[in-house]
């Protein structure tokens, strides 16, 4: 059941003519052909268990829409465990067998899943940055994305949710070299009720000093292949990331001599958002208990 065939069972007598004359029975009811349809739409839509049946037929976009129409539409969908799951704010009960990603996610925030081959099967091009995420490619949007009750922050990144996530940065220069490695794994307790969140991916990718220090070389890596091309050093040494997370945030930064007057367009969007934070007076979220964080760090010159 859609919108549309609600809005066309309702409708007046011209209607069950012609579903007359396709073969179908007229409707006789007297007073239902006599009802006007806007007063029959605002009566379906009054009745908790026919909008249940409409809510499940629509779109994210207009399920998400749907929210904002009244606060007994809201608290439907909030308090509903099947909407909940289908906008990726609540955890499937019973996990798919293949990984979905969150199509809303993807859309306004394209640079975080450049590398995912669900969202992009020929990987998408390298001119993709931070300038394409909807809130910079929009200036006027941008202080509405990063109020803190912004809904895109309480999102699963997928279904089902990330557990396991890594960030890693590793600077080479002419006398040396440095590094740090993150692991975050989600609490055993806690698999079942959530996972990783967009505000977590988005502050740690554009506010924690891991990669941000130096916005140069970041990816974020979807999956043990492509995480797998990338090289992970340690005093020079390769780097026993075992096992690998399904995602991983990674910042390789190399200077020569000549580097000084280096520019990226990413670190000034980076820049711009951390000056939003500031202004706004926001405070990035910390993780949770739920997660627990192992950290590597290390540093050395050249011999």
Known sequence: MTLGIMDSSVSNGATATRGQEAGRLPVHNKYYNSMDPSTATRQALATPELRELIFRQLHWRALFSAQRVCRSWNSQIRDSSFFQEVLFLKPFKHAPVERSVNPILAEVFPFFFRNNETVYPQCKDDGCTLGELDMIKNPS???????PEASWRRMLVQQPPIRTLGVYRASFGPFGFGGKYVALQIREDRKAQDGARMAMLFEL????KTLTRTFEDVNVLWSEESANDHAYYENGEW??????PEVMLVNIFARGCSDSDFECDDQEVVDGIQASYRSLGLTPQTLGDEWETTVKMWQGTWD
């Open 141 to 147: 949007r941008k202080a509405a994305y990063l109020r």
């Open 205 to 208: 990718l554009c506010l924690d």
């Open 239 to 244: 780097l026993d990331i075992t096992p690998i």
